[in-house]
Structure formats: structure tokens, C-alpha cells
């Protein structure tokens, strides 16, 4: 079993939906959880953290924690064609250095 | 600030000749990290450094791989000799001391091993 599992997809919806996209975990030591948004051809780039359980907003995202399920998500509102991507969800350790990422979930937005 | 650099861009090699991709970090970040992202396996952690040394290198696939950091600004991750298995995207990331969970990731080298 992989630390971090995501659905890679591929997710399609229009323009305007809610998008939710999510990962679940299997180490409970995991207290930092990330957000990073990978455009085609490009590195990933860091959207959004949260430390340890609740949610955080930044703008049309929200990514919400879930420790007791061990279960993360990313809530996109008002989606756009620009946020077309792959989404990867990263989990960290306190205190360690390395970055568990998911598989990436990819993301198209239909005008 | 010009992010993180890494060179060349694409490279398209032949089996068994060797192969050296280039990373500059961002200047004052402290540590360095080597991804490997293919589709079957996602973004896979190579080796990474702190301070220029060489802290955790148990990603790396093989003796075929070898990775260095001279200084603060310049790491190189070599491929001796390559495979076709060893096609994929490299990337390179770099980390400020402060803002331990943000990784600053490069446009990456995307290898073809024919």
C-alpha cells in the first residue's frame, strides 16, 4: 500500500462546477499536507498547505483535512480553464524533509 | 528571482552512454532535491542534500546514478550508463530553512533513453 493514494483520473468538468479532489493516507504521523498544481510540461507549484486537521482558504480553493480518516481534500470553486492540471496532494512528517506525494489527480475544465 | 534552473531542457540519448543533468537552485535555499516523474510511478524522490551534503540518496534506483553538489549553487545528477528504463522527467527542487514544507520545483529534463 502506497503512503499516499490519489485517483489519478482523468477528471473532466465544465466551467463554473465545483471541483473536488482527494487522497487519502496511511501514516498518522503525516501533521503537514500539501497542495501542488502541475500545469503540462511545467514543475509542480505550490498552491496550498494545512497543518494538521481544518480547513484553509486561499480564493476560489479550499483544502480540508481530515486526520481522524486520515482523508484529504482540495475544493475548487468557480473552476476556470486555467486551472486545468494535474493536482498532486504531498504529506510531511515534522520534522522530516521528504515530501510523500500522491499520483496526481488530472484536471480539465471545459468552457 | 529567476526559480529554479536545470539544464538541458530535453535530452535524447542512446543506451549506454552517460548522462549529466544540471540544477542551480534558488539562491539562499539550503536544500536540494532530485525527482524522477514517470507516468506509471508518479514523482518519485531521487536523493537529496542539505547544506551541499548528501543527506538521503535511498531513491536512487541504481549504482547507474550518481548525484553532486560542488556548492550552494550547482548539483548535477549523472546516469552511467543509461537504459531506456531510465526515461522520464527530472526534476529539480530547492528548499528555503524557513518554510520547511515548500518545495520549489524546476521545468525539469525530460529524458528520452533510446
Known amino acids: 500500500q502506497k503512503e499516499v493514494e490519489q485517483d489519478p483520473g482523468p477528471l473532466s468538468v465544465p466551467e463554473g462546477a465545483i471541483v473536488s479532489l482527494n487522497c487519502t493516507y496511511s501514516n498518522s504521523a503525516f501533521q503537514y499536507f500539501m497542495w501542488y498544481r502541475q500545469y503540462s510540461r511545467k514543475g509542480p507549484e505550490l498552491l496550498m498547505y494545512?497543518?494538521?486537521?481544518g480547513n484553509k482558504e486561499d480564493g476560489r480553493f479550499t483544502a480540508q483535512v481530515d486526520k481522524s480518516s486520515k482523508y484529504i481534500s482540495l475544493f475548487i470553486r468557480d473552476s476556470q480553464p486555467s486551472d486545468s492540471a494535474t493536482y498532486l496532494c504531498a504529506n510531511l512528517i515534522q520534522g522530516a524533509q521528504k515530501l510523500v506525494f500522491g499520483q496526481g489527480t488530472r484536471l480539465t475544465i471545459n468552457p | 528571482d529567476a526559480g529554479v534552473i536545470q539544464s538541458p531542457r530535453h535530452e535524447v540519448t542512446e543506451m549506454g552512454q552517460e548522462v549529466t543533468l544540471r540544477c542551480k537552485p534558488i539562491?539562499?535555499?539550503?536544500?536540494l532535491f532530485w525527482y524522477r516523474q514517470t507516468m506509471m510511478r508518479g514523482l518519485e524522490l531521487l536523493i537529496y542534500?542539505?547544506?551541499?551534503?548528501?543527506?538521503?540518496d535511498s531513491g536512487m534506483p541504481e549504482d547507474r546514478f550518481s548525484a553532486k553538489m560542488p556548492n550552494a549553487s550547482f548539483s548535477t545528477l549523472k546516469i552511467q550508463p543509461s537504459e531506456p528504463r531510465d526515461s522520464a522527467v527530472y526534476f529539480c527542487?530547492?528548499?528555503?530553512?524557513?518554510?520547511?514544507?515548500?518545495?520549489?520545483f524546476g521545468p525539469g529534463t525530460r529524458l528520452t533513453v533510446t
Open positions: 527542487a530547492s528548499r528555503p530553512e524557513t518554510g520547511f514544507w515548500e518545495q520549489y
Open positions: 542534500f542539505n547544506n551541499n551534503v548528501p543527506i538521503d
Open positions: 539562491s539562499g535555499h539550503n536544500s
Open positions: 494545512t497543518y494538521s486537521s
